[in-house]
């Protein structure tokens, strides 16, 4: 019985790794590292592009699904259904040939251990094959098959992007592209094109940011040169656009309170690296990770284990000229980077947000120096998460002006800027820095 369990194939493990996302609502990212280590190397790949893909297209796969089987599977059987849904997908959006695709998923029916379902997954995706357009005809006429979104995040973007509501939609189910940061403190953008082309990379600059870089193809980090001694990371442009918003000057105190795992951390100290930086995240496992990360690029940070909004606990008195609050939020800005916020997020998940950024706010206010600049970040594109939430905190704080920058990181808002995803490719991504009168 326990065997099963074990048997590897890259279909029958992305079977197993959809059905958690779907029915534990575990993260892809978190699910996913594990079991590609479990799995051999040349079936890793796969494994990969069928969870990505059927997880950003499962309300459409889905619904196609639903047209199969009339009578949904079991609970227990959930890792046959997510194994439809990577049947269908491989059908609809993969260079596989249909026939292998078709055997080979059936076959992975065995591999669960439950040959009963090697007919009825034969039989589902044959009648797909031979009825491809009525089957998809009939799934589109649903908005959230079309867009591949769940219906209440179709009408919160709808509400708060009237016009911009579809596009986001549509960028939201792209290919995210790789893009690099390199590390000033090392070399320059110029130089590292270089050693990019000398490793046969293509690449080019990111246009918008002064160290940005754009790969044509992603690749894994240890391909690129001088990863491991701390030439580059990887981040996207838009992230890359929130060091420069903070206008660091020397001999700053600088608080980066939701810091791991330390983009940005590293590229504010990559601007300045002698500058006192506290970075400060609630989990200690992340926090590891700035550890890793500032090690990488050679670079110096405190770190400390902390709910940042909760002072008492971990402040020593003594306020920042500088503070990043890059809150924690619905991450509709990133779907393309995490399709999994499509399944994981939950319409109520968003007023608990907003209720967190509000607190973190208020709290972390009163440690800024008279001054100094408070910069709040979200990669959200709702409103309530963004400038509504600003809107309401400059209404409270008649001491809190806000801070333009001399270049707009994106479209100016009532309160701040921001990035729709897509935008010059970059991440959908909001930005506000308040000067402390
Ligand atoms: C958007 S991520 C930060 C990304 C990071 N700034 C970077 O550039 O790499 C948000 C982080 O906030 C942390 N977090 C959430 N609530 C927090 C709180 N109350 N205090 C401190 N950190 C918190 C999460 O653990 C998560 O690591």
Redesign the pocket.
């Known amino acids: 019985m326990a065997k099963a369990r074990h048997k590897q194939s890259a279909r029958a493990s992305a079977a197993r790794i959809i059905a958690e996302i779907l029915q534990k609502h575990r993260s892809l990212n978190g699910v996913l590292t594990n079991a590609l280590e479990q799995l051999p190397e040349n079936e890793r790949s796969l494994c990969q592009q069928l969870c990505y893909g059927v997880i950003r297209w499962q309300p459409q796969l889905q619904a196609i699904a639903n047209q199969l089987i009339k009578k949904p599977l079991k609970n227990k059987d959930s890792d046959i259904s997510a194994l439809l849904l990577c049947g269908l997908y491989q059908l609809r959006s993969m260079r596989i040939p249909e026939h292998a695709a078709l055997s080979e998923t059936v076959n992975a029916c065995k591999t669960l251990g439950k040959p009963w379902a090697t007919g009825l997954l034969n039989a589902c995706l044959r009648n797909y094959q031979r009825e491809k357009a009525v089957f998809d005809n009939l799934a589109l006429q649903q908005e959230s098959a079309k867009y591949a979104h769940p219906d209440w995040l179709i009408t919160q973007i709808k509400q708060d992007w009237p016009d911009n509501w579809q596009a986001i939609l549509k960028a939201n189910n792209q290919h995210p592209p790789m893009m690099l940061r390199v590390n000033q403190q090392q070399q320059t953008r110029e130089d590292y094109l270089l050693q990019l082309q000398q490793a046969n990379i293509v690449a080019e600059e990111l246009a918008q940011t002064p160290h940005g870089i754009l790969l044509k193809d992603p690749c894994d980090v240890y391909q690129l040169p001088g990863f491991k001694n701390g030439d580059v990371s990887v ?1 996207d442009g838009a ?1 890359q656009l ?1 060091a420069s918003l903070l206008d660091i000057q020397t001999n700053q105190r600088i608080l ?10 590293c590229h504010i100290l990559e601007t300045q690296p002698d500058n006192d930086v506290v970075a ?4 200690p496992a ?1 926090l590891q990770l700035i550890e890793q990360n500032t090690q990488r690029l050679k670079l110096k940070a405190s770190l400390i284990a ?5 002072i008492s606990t971990w402040w020593d008195g003594q306020k920042f000229d500088r503070i ?1 609050i ?4 619905s991450g509709t800005g990133v779907i393309r980077r995490h399709p999994d916020i499509k399944v994981l997020r939950r319409p109520d998940d968003i007023t608990s947000l907003a209720e ?1 950024q509000r607190k ?1 706010l208020e709290n972390l206010w009163p440690l800024l120096n008279t001054g100094g600049l408070l910069a709040y970040t ?2 959200s594109v709702l409103k309530q998460e963004n400038e509504q939430q600003i809107m309401n905190f400059l209404n409270r704080h008649p001491e809190a002006q806000e801070y333009i920058p001399h270049e707009s990181p994106a479209s100016r808002r009532e309160a701040g800027y921001q990035r729709l995803p897509g935008d010059n490719l970059l991440d959908g991504f909001y930005y506000v820095c308040l000067h402390h009168l």
């Open positions: 981040q992230a929130v980066d309170t939701c810091a791991a795992p330390g983009g940005k951390t400060l995240d609630v989990d992340r902390a709910d940042a909004s909760d990043l890059d809150a924690p939020c967190t973190l979200t990669c």
